[in-house]
């Protein structure tokens, strides 16, 4: 009977390992997150103090798997949050070392979050390309560097594509037009250089491009005004040059636009001023020409910003017919004339017009 009895524990138990085996992630998946958290070193939060026992999916901080298949879908780890782990004043989201080609094993991937945390160097591992299901690449805010890998194109389901605020170099590879469903690309901040690949109008899905604080040059892409779904481009501190293509103000949903901090040239296109762009800020680059007198009814401005160019004739007087303008800055140009009497210059101060050769009027001195 004691016999009988341990037996049918022994099976009981056996039963219930191989449920758990079941039901929780595969142990290669298992493997594959220990190589990764073996090539980083988080020394104040202790976030993978709970990366332990034999299931993944169960209370692994920042990890989470397929309902269905188990197998891990999430990696979440963010330096900067308002999970509790982050709410003793002492301690700070702060991790180094490298993220390990590992990851690559975890082949049902959908979003890698490893953002903020200031010290992660090495490079963004090449087999990220063979992750099929990838829509999220989230890494902003480390210390990554070399080159965004040549072969991107090949994640056709990546929606985000964040790498801001790392020592990114090279070039943007051609491919990365191939990236048929992403919306949001966030480059800001690094170091990449050469030109905007003329096919990057084939991202039709885009909505935000984040290009500013590099070291991109040569022209805007014409193309780029094919990205119909298109509300943000910010190409600014850049060593852009030549002209503004007129196609970009025709653009349907355009709002945002960001060219500070350029070298580009010609003239300030009439489709700019009255199409739907609400921020749009030209400042410190080499623009030369009148403003086009063409501002209207669908001229709504929350900042205009065309300081520091070359800009010449007067201020063009159609501008007091425009829906809105909050932020206006002229100064530093070769304006003159009477500044236009309107209520969108009532709240203006002078800093708005000075460093021209001959403006006058409110706020300035009197004509």
Not at 101 to 120: E, F, H, N, V
Not at 164 to 181: Q, V, W
Request: overall charge positive; proline content about 6%.
């Amino acid at each position: 009977m004691k016999a009988s009895t341990t037996s049918l524990w022994i099976t009981s138990l056996i039963l219930m390992l191989a449920s758990a085996a079941v039901n929780s992630c595969p142990p290669s998946d298992r493997a594959a997150l220990l190589a990764f958290k073996a090539a980083l070193h988080e020394p104040y939060l202790g976030i993978f103090n709970s990366w332990k026992g034999i299931d993944c999916c169960h209370k692994w901080y920042g990890i989470s798997c397929d309902p269905l298949t188990k197998r891990v879908a999430d990696i979440n780890l963010r330096g900067e949050s308002e999970d509790p782990i982050f709410e003793n004043p002492h301690k700070t989201g702060y991790m180094n070392g490298t993220i390990s080609p590992s990851i690559c094993k975890l082949q049902r991937l959908s979003s890698i979050i490893i953002a903020d945390w200031k010290g992660i160097s090495g490079t963004i591992p090449k087999c990220i390309t063979s992750l099929p299901y990838l829509r999220i690449l989230d890494l902003i805010g480390n210390q990554i560097s070399g080159e965004i890998p040549f072969d991107i194109g090949k994640l056709t389901r990546l929606s985000v594509l964040n790498i801001a605020d790392n020592r990114i170099t090279g070039r943007m590879p051609r491919s990365i037009a191939n990236l048929s469903s992403l919306m949001h690309l966030d480059l800001r901040n690094n170091r990449i250089s050469g030109t905007i690949p003329i096919n990057f109008g084939k991202l039709r899905m885009l909505s935000r491009a984040l290009l500013s604080g590099n070291r991109i040059y040569g022209k805007i892409p014409y193309t780029i005004s094919y990205i119909y779904r298109l509300s943000d481009l910010d190409l600014s501190l850049n060593r852009i040059s030549g002209s503004i293509p007129a196609s970009i103000g025709k653009m349907a949903v355009l709002a945002t636009l960001n060219l500070d901090g350029n070298n580009i040239t010609g003239s300030i296109p009439v489709t700019l001023l009255n199409s739907s762009i609400s921020i749009l800020n030209l400042s410190r680059n080499a623009i030369e020409g009148n403003i086009p007198n063409v501002f209207g009814p669908r001229s709504y401005f929350t900042v205009i910003d065309l300081s520091y160019n070359k800009l010449k004739g007067a201020i063009p007087k159609s501008i007091a017919s425009a829906s809105y303008i909050g932020h206006l800055d002229l100064s530093h140009n070769h304006l003159c004339g009477a500044i236009p009497a309107g209520s969108w210059f009532d709240h203006l101060e002078a800093s708005s017009f000075v460093y021209n050769d001959c403006l006058c009027g409110k706020p300035l001195k009197p004509c």
